[in-house]
C-alpha cells in the first residue's frame, strides 16, 4: 500500500502519471473526455488532476474515507460518496459545492455514485440499506429504494429509465433492478395482472378515487364487463 495512483501506457507499460496520497487510494475514474482523473482515499480527500501534465485542479475535503467517484458524463462535474454519511457534487475546475446528499442511519457511509445519461439525477448507495436518486439541480429526493443490506453499486441503464444497484453480503452478490418512470412501472405492473380490479377490490386498494380500468388492456376491459 504506497498510498499511490498510477496511469500507466496499455501496451508499454510507461508511466504516465502518479498521484500520491497520504492514505491508501480506494476509488478512481476518468472523466468522460479523459482529461482529469478524480481519486478518492482513506486519507478523507478526493483529488482531481489532468491526466497530461499531473496539476492537480481540485481537493475535497471529507469528515471520511472517500470510497467512491463520478464524473458527470459532460465532465463539468464530480460526485464523491465518503464514510461520513454524505455524498457530494463539485464543479471540477473550481471546486465550488453544488449538491450534498447525506444518509442520516447509523454506518450510513456512501460507497456508490452514479450520475445519470443526461446528468439530471445522481444515485446514492450506502451502508444504511438505501439507494437514493436525487435531481442535481435542486437536490429534491425523487425515489428512495430499501435493501435488505447495504448498496455497494448504483448505475444506471444506458437511457436512464433503470437503475442498477449491488449489494453483497457474506461474499455473495446480489444485483437488482429498479424501474425509475410512473409509466414503466405502471406498465411492468399491466404486464404480469390477469384481470383490472373490481369495484370493490378499488375501493378497497384505493379508497374514494374514481373507479377506472386498471390497465388500458383490451382483454382486461372485456373481462371485467
Partial sequence: ????????????????????????????????????????????????VETTTGKELLRVTHEGSVDALAFSPDGRYVATGSGDKTARVVETTTGKEFLRVTHEAYEAYVRAVAFSPDGRYLATGSGDNTARVVET?????????????????????????????????????TLLQHLLRAEDLIAATCARLTRNLTPE??????????HRESCDHPGFMQEDR
Fill in 1 to 48: 500500500m504506497d498510498q499511490t495512483a498510477r496511469v500507466v501506457e496499455t501496451t508499454t507499460g510507461k508511466e504516465l502519471l502518479r498521484v500520491t496520497h497520504e492514505g491508501r487510494v480506494v476509488a478512481l475514474a476518468f472523466s468522460p473526455n479523459g482529461r482529469y482523473l478524480a481519486t478518492g482515499s482513506e486519507d478523507q480527500t478526493a483529488r482531481v
Fill in 137 to 173: 439541480t435542486t437536490g429534491k429526493e425523487i425515489v428512495r429504494l430499501a435493501h435488505e443490506d447495504s448498496v455497494a453499486l448504483v448505475s444506471f441503464s444506458s437511457d436512464g429509465r433503470v437503475l442498477y444497484t449491488g449489494t453483497v453480503k457474506q461474499k455473495v452478490a
Fill in 201 to 210: 377490490e378499488w375501493k378497497q386498494y384505493l379508497g374514494d378515487t374514481p
